[in-house]
């Protein structure tokens, strides 16, 4: 089990740019780690993963404006998000081998 740590999220306009850091408590070798988000009233969604033989994954709404990374010396993972849309306003969690999770970070696009 590893503690999960979101940072970067914020307030920005739309086309803007945010990076989301997620920082563990241990390390993420060999780890299946997972940027999700939860909208208001809707359930949570993948947006992007890293699996652990290094494969990407992203849903279809981020394809070409967001981009997941891994540091592993840092234990760290990263979500560069650009481009941004009022649609990508959500709570974004970090999660590690399908089983822990971040407290959340809150990302609003809005004019």
């Known amino acids: 089990q590893v503690q999960l740590v979101e940072s970067g999220g914020g307030l920005v306009q739309p086309g803007g740019s945010l990076r989301l850091s997620c920082a563990a408590s241990?390390?993420?070798?060999?780890?299946?780690m997972g940027w999700y988000r939860q909208a208001p009233g809707k359930q949570r969604e993948l947006v992007a993963l890293?699996?652990?033989?290094?494969?990407?994954y992203y849903t279809n709404s981020v394809k070409g404006r967001f981009t997941i990374s891994a540091d592993s010396a840092k234990n760290t993972v990263y979500l560069q998000m650009n481009s941004l849309k009022p649609e990508d306003t959500a709570v974004y969690y970090c999660?590690?081998?399908?089983?822990?999770w971040g407290q959340g970070t809150q990302v609003t696009v809005s004019a």
């Open positions: 241990g390390s993420i070798f060999g780890i299946a």
């Open positions: 999660n590690a081998g399908g089983r822990d």
């Open positions: 890293i699996s652990n033989s290094g494969s990407l």
